[in-house]
């Protein structure tokens, strides 16, 4: 079945500096994929997205590329800001599919 | 805002006590889902409904059931409660052909 696997956590940074989620995909077809952000005491929120391979998701200064030949979505963003402290979701929805599944989470602190 | 309510947003039950979770929107989305939200397991998705009457089970189903008699709201209900249900319960909603999900505030079920 499908499924997402995510970086292990928990990652702490310090601000300003470069920001990498790994994240890999097993799924038949081509699916969309997409990252979400979960800030403490709320829900998920969407945060990027892409629908087809070579496609690139931007959002709030985060990036992340749709690569088929490595089946990956890694979450990028140049400068963190303490602000980004969260926990980070990478997800996939298989083509027709109106369900998403999601990796296993991600967790972010910066530090000042 | 997707408008989605959740209620109640905390509960603490005993084992074997009957619990229902409620997810309210106000915007007439055809989709509603309930994922629960567990350390090292990311989200998983419990039961999701496409339409009034219409439910189907996700990966977690065991143990729960689901009832959507209103378009508004879904329903979630744990006939008997149980310790390895303890968790935090997200409502989501999405439109057909859009598999972005808008998340409600979650309920965070403890089972003593």
């Known amino acids: 079945g499908d499924s997402v696997t995510q970086m292990e956590g928990p990652v702490t940074l310090s601000e300003e500096a470069f920001l990498t989620i790994n994240c890999t995909y097993t799924a038949t077809g081509y699916p969309s994929l997409f990252w979400y952000v979960q800030y403490p005491g709320e829900g998920l929120q969407l945060l990027l997205k892409a629908t087809k391979a070579d496609d690139k998701g931007s959002n709030k200064g985060f990036e992340a590329t749709y690569r088929k030949e490595t089946t990956s979505f890694h979450l990028e963003k140049g400068s963190v800001q303490v602000s980004d402290s969260a926990v980070y979701f990478c997800?996939?929805?298989?083509?027709?599919?109106?369900?998403?599944?999601f990796g296993q989470g991600t967790r972010l602190t910066i530090n000042p | 805002d997707a408008g989605i309510t959740q209620s109640p947003r905390h509960k603490v039950t005993e084992t074997g006590t009957p619990v229902t979770l409620r997810c309210h929107q106000t915007?007439?989305?055809?989709?509603m889902y309930w994922y629960r939200q567990d350390p090292g397991h990311g989200l998983r998705l419990i039961h999701y409904?496409?339409?009034?009457?219409?439910?189907d089970k996700g990966e977690v189903s065991d143990g729960y059931s689901v009832s959507r008699s209103k378009t508004e709201d879904f329903l979630l209900t744990l006939e008997s409660a149980t310790s390895s249900q303890t968790s935090v319960y997200f409502c989501?909603?999405?439109?057909?052909?859009?598999?972005?999900?808008?998340f409600g505030p979650g309920t965070r079920l403890t089972v003593t």
């Open positions: 997800a996939l929805s298989s083509q027709g599919a109106q369900k998403l599944v």
């Open positions: 989501a909603i999405s439109e057909p052909r859009d598999t972005r999900l808008y």
């Open positions: 915007e007439n989305h055809r989709y």
């Open positions: 409904s496409y339409g009034v009457k219409d439910t």
